[in-house]
């Protein structure tokens, strides 16, 4: 089994949405083994956490956007993943990740290179999303990549919706298939 790790924060319950949607996307592909992780309020996490994320053939990042930028939550994990940088241990490991904000740019774009440096720095291997946008005067927040996010999966939760709201079916699905290309991938160069 190839293994999928998903380590996330989420502020008001969006981003966990997200997540599902990706874990449900990657645990469709057959031959994948996921697991999620939600960093907690306080950022700190458990040290099987780490073991975890070790273990897995593919690490998929995930956070809200706050600011133009992930939130503390995930920075705090971020840093602390130096330890494993200095072994190396997640090179060529697959990396991918996916962020949410109220708005509809809301600086996502800054949050997803994030995650990419961050990916880069461990020598990971980093898989987009592969889906074309949904650009016409037809589409809108219900169809897939509405966000037009190319290195990752975008998502819009409206600042005063809950998350029974949001994210919309569109970013919902653009996550679930996120997920499944993950998977796909990770499955396929780890047989």
């Not at 997200?18 to 031959?31: D, F, I, L, N, Y």
């Not at 290179?113 to 589409?139: D, E, R």
């Amino acid at each position: 089994m190839a293994k999928v790790a998903i380590i996330f924060f989420s502020g008001y319950g969006h981003t966990a949405k997200q997540a599902e949607a990706v874990h449900a996307g990657a645990a469709s592909v057959s031959g994948a083994e996921v697991t999620s992780i939600q960093i907690p309020a306080d950022g700190n996490l458990d040290e099987g956490v780490w073991d975890i994320l070790a273990a897995a053939d593919a690490i998929v990042f995930g956070s809200p956007t706050y600011m133009g930028g992930p939130a503390w939550q995930f920075k705090k994990f971020a840093d602390e993943s130096s330890k494993p940088w200095f072994a190396l241990a997640w090179k060529d490991k697959i990396a991918g990740g996916f962020t949410n904000s109220a708005s509809v740019n809301g600086d996502k774009f800054a949050t997803l290179s994030y995650f990419f440096t961050l990916s880069q720095q461990h020598g990971q291997i980093w898989v987009g999303t592969g889906l074309p946008p949904a650009n016409t005067k037809a589409h809108g927040h219900e169809d897939v990549n509405w966000t037009a996010g190319f290195s990752g999966a975008m998502a819009i939760s409206p600042s005063d919706a809950s998350p029974e709201e949001a994210p919309r079916a569109g970013d919902l699905e653009t996550a679930r298939l996120y997920g499944a290309r993950l998977a796909e991938y990770t499955v396929k160069t780890r047989s």
